[in-house]
Nanobody, 124 residues
Framework: QVQLVESGGGLVQTGGSLRLSCAASGRTFSRYAIGWFRQAPGKEREFVGSISWNGGYLHYGDSMKGRFTISRDNAKNTAYLQMNSLKPEDTAVYYC?????????????????WGQGTQVTVSS
């Protein structure tokens, strides 16, 4: 089992940056691929990006490419989402998720564990 806790959300102006962290419990963090998703009010949960167990494979949602970067530090049991050039439409609750296989995935149902989410608000 893995427990995930996101942090780093907050209020930022358009064009600003935030770095979210996803801290995981357990000693097998390195076995899991990690995904980031977001959900705005009244909308479905949206894929942000995913990173494989060793960081060797990355995949991003189309609207995040070039602005968001996912990384992980398996020694610290933590994954990160660096968000730059933020826009008001990036406002959402951001979730990290872990899946019990090494490879990346873009669909929510492929993930086994979820954090509680952290709010990101981008003001115009």
């Amino acid at each position: 089992q893995v427990q995930l806790v996101e942090s780093g959300g907050g209020l930022v102006q358009t064009g600003g940056s935030l770095r979210l962290s996803c801290a995981a419990s357990g000693r097998t963090f390195s076995r899991y691929a990690i995904g980031w998703f977001r959900q705005a009010p009244g909308k479905e949960r949206e894929f942000v990006g995913s990173i494989s167990w060793n960081g060797g494979y990355l995949h991003y949602g189309d609207s995040m490419k070039g602005r968001f970067t996912i990384s992980r530090d398996n020694a610290k049991n933590t994954a990160y989402l660096q968000m730059n050039s933020l826009k008001p439409e990036d406002t959402a609750v951001y979730y990290c998720a872990a899946r019990s296989v090494a490879g990346i995935a873009i669909i929510t149902t492929f993930y086994d564990y979820w954090g509680q989410g952290t709010q990101v608000t981008v003001s115009s």
